[in-house]
């Protein structure tokens, strides 16, 4: 038997974006609630998948036009992945997280993939979210992106 045969294969075929925005002195994080069939009724951040000929940071902005109407936002990578294992396919799906800060007079115009959204604080957002590991993702985003500024080096152009 070869090696191959005992690994499981890891797919990175998606994106997931957390939108920030002030409000006062506090960041807010945008959670949606979906209302499609996978993950119906999930409290969750944004999230698609990468087409044909994009890259994962056109994807993101591609993704928080479609799904919430911003079209100005400051995107950062922040080194984080949303991950999960799939037993019915028996792979694991890696996400790449894209943060982005969204100006006051953006405002959200939902997509008919999501029936609700919400500003929460991210003590309320990570109590919000229904996916496992979504919560440490919010830890790790309020750590590196409010609470310190985050590095230039992670800044993302749209180069459209």
Same mark, same amino acid.
């Given at each position: 038997m070869s090696k191959e045969n005992f690994e499981i294969p890891v797919r990175c075929k998606g994106i997931a974006v957390v939108l920030l925005k002030k409000f006062g002195e506090e960041y807010k994080v945008l959670l949606l609630k979906r209302a499609t069939p996978i993950l119906k009724d999930a409290w969750c951040y944004i999230g698609g998948s990468i087409e044909e000929g994009e890259s994962a940071w056109q994807s993101a902005f591609r993704e928080i036009e479609e799904e919430t109407g911003i079209t100005e936002v400051l995107l950062y990578t922040s080194n984080k992945f949303d991950q999960f294992y799939s037993p019915h396919e028996?792979? !694991?799906?890696?996400? &790449?997280?894209?943060?982005?800060?969204?100006?006051?007079?953006?405002?959200?115009?939902?997509?008919? %993939?999501? *029936? %609700?959204?919400?500003?929460? *604080?991210?003590?309320?957002? !990570?109590?919000?979210?229904?996916? &496992?590991?979504?919560?440490?993702?919010?830890?790790?985003? %309020?750590?590196?992106?409010?609470?310190?500024? &985050? *590095?230039?080096?992670?800044r993302v152009r749209n180069y459209k």
């Open positions: 028996d792979y !694991i799906y890696m996400a &790449p997280v894209f943060v982005g800060y969204v100006n006051d007079d953006q405002n959200v115009n939902l997509n008919y %993939e999501h *029936s %609700e959204y919400k500003w929460l *604080s991210f003590n309320e957002a !990570i109590e919000h979210v229904t996916l &496992p590991g979504n919560d440490e993702v919010l830890t790790f985003i %309020e750590k590196h992106f409010v609470k310190n500024t &985050p *590095s230039k080096l992670l």
